[in-house]
């Protein structure tokens, strides 16, 4: 890191004058460290951090990002929080300067809750929408280097070279690891719960009380890493998205395979992801029987049906793409693209909005499915949106699952599955072992990847 104060204090010095007063000037120079090393150390010391890599996904443009520290914070709870985070998002973004020969971008970053208020009971310190616009923010796309975006005052301007120090501080490698880790173990693995609650809804189901609601399992680890070795040990997640968001001394993160809605350059991205396989090693087999058997393919029409009427009711007429499997580490998983250009009057947040959340996630009939979950499950940010948006509409936001919620040492791990006539509580509890194994290999239960001390020591 060192050198970096100087260039980028040149760059706050020349760009100043184009800063409105009281508003924000972004900058952006190149920068000789990793997205991933930026979250590392900032992580490490408890700063306000963010992470997304999205370069194996093969739903969402293909780039890997950091965000550390906050120049602003929006929060926002209740039925209209979507409403009250576009808002005020577009109003920080509108007296925001972006330096033209800087080519700067700002982001919002950050997340929802699955309920539309603070869960009391999880650890989470979101009300029920949380983001942030970053004070800086390392990225990178394939094939190209790495790039620092700082979003500043228009005061702070006034001391550049402050500023500079300030930000190349935030930026340093992380603190020595202790030499060796505590061993993790699971102390609590909710199965019985779970069960009890699919036996329940198979009963509901059957009363034809509901046509389908997803259900979900967690699992308390005591001994848990750092938040940036857990996530260095997932590694990049073949068809999906690694993310992260650290917030007041909690870090949510996972690698989701589901993506909810992206906009770039006014075309809407979006898809159905249900109906599941474990992966065993023989995939052909696997395949097949996700492809043909009627359980999965039931459930994956229900979330079909409800992305092509929230499509229409917003007036995005498009595309649907054929139903294929996205075969992930342990899981196969059926999946439909749907892509439509954006009505002009809509945005990505009226978008997730609309769509949050789908019978993937929730279950059908939709306000029996929630109802039946809420008086069974506390999920906190699981399930939820989290994602980016930035001033010219573009944006993605995926859905926060195959993920955990750590808050110091202790990490809770989510892992659900859709309820169905025809479910087997036995193979619902077995699909969601496999679903979170990706997670608890990253905290170091059982056996970890193979990578993930050279990735450790590499931070």
Not at 276 to 305: C, F, I, M, N, Y
Request: net charge neutral; charged share 25%; hydrophobic share 45%.
């Amino acid at each position: 890191m060192t050198g970096l104060g100087a260039p980028l204090e040149a760059v706050l010095v020349a760009e100043r004058g184009s800063a409105r007063p009281g508003g924000l000037l972004a900058v952006r120079v190149p920068i000789s460290l990793s997205p991933e090393a930026a979250f590392a150390g900032a992580s490490a010391r408890g700063e306000t951090t963010w992470f997304w890599d999205s370069t194996q996904s093969d739903a969402v443009e293909r780039e890997v990002f950091a965000g550390i520290g906050e120049v602003h914070r929006i929060e926002a709870s209740g039925a209209d929080r979507f409403a009250r985070v576009k808002r005020e998002a577009a109003e920080v973004l509108a007296r925001t300067t972006t330096a033209p020969r800087s080519l700067a971008a700002a982001r919002w970053v950050g997340s929802f809750t699955f309920a539309p208020e603070r869960d009391p009971d999880v650890a989470w310190p979101s009300p029920g929408a949380t983001f942030v616009l970053p004070r800086a923010t390392v990225s990178q796309r394939p094939g190209e280097g790495s790039f620092l975006t700082v979003v500043a005052r228009a005061a702070e301007l006034e001391r550049p070279d402050t500023l500079a120090g300030e930000i190349e501080a935030s930026l340093q490698a992380r603190p020595a690891l202790p030499a060796r880790l505590r061993a993790p173990r699971v102390v609590c693995d909710g199965a019985a719960n779970f069960v009890r609650a699919v036996e329940e809804a198979l009963v509901a189901i059957g009363r034809d009380d509901l046509i389908k609601v997803v259900l979900s399992r967690k699992a308390s680890v005591e001994g848990a890493p750092p938040a940036d070795v857990v996530l260095s040990r997932l590694g990049p997640a073949t068809g999906a998205v690694r993310f992260a968001f650290g917030l007041d001394g909690a870090t949510f993160l996972g690698a989701s395979p589901e993506l909810l809605a992206a906009v770039t350059k006014r075309n809407l991205s979006t898809e159905a992801l249900a109906g599941t396989e474990p992966r065993g090693g023989a995939d052909l087999a696997e395949v097949q029987r996700l492809l043909v058997r009627d359980k999965d393919r039931r459930e994956h029409e229900l979330v079909v049906s409800a992305i092509e009427a929230v499509l229409d009711e917003l007036g995005a007429v498009g595309a649907r793409g054929e139903t294929r499997v996205r075969t992930l580490g342990t899981v196969h998983h059926l999946v439909t693209p749907f892509s439509a250009p954006l009505p002009s009057d809509t945005s990505l947040l009226d978008v997730v909005g609309r769509m949050h959340p789908t019978p993937a996630l929730g279950g059908a009939p939709r306000g029996r499915a929630l109802s039946f979950v809420a008086a069974r499950e506390r999920r906190g940010p699981y399930a939820a949106p989290v994602g980016w948006l930035d001033a010219r509409g573009d944006g993605a936001f995926v859905v926060g699952i195959r993920s955990l919620l750590l808050v110091g040492g202790r990490a809770t791990v989510y892992a659900g599955a859709g309820i169905v006539e025809g479910s087997v509580p036995a193979l619902e509890l077995a699909e969601t072992r496999a679903k979170e194994s990706g997670m608890l290999r990253a905290l170091g239960v059982g056996s970890a990847p193979p990578s993930g001390r050279r990735r450790e020591a590499r931070a």
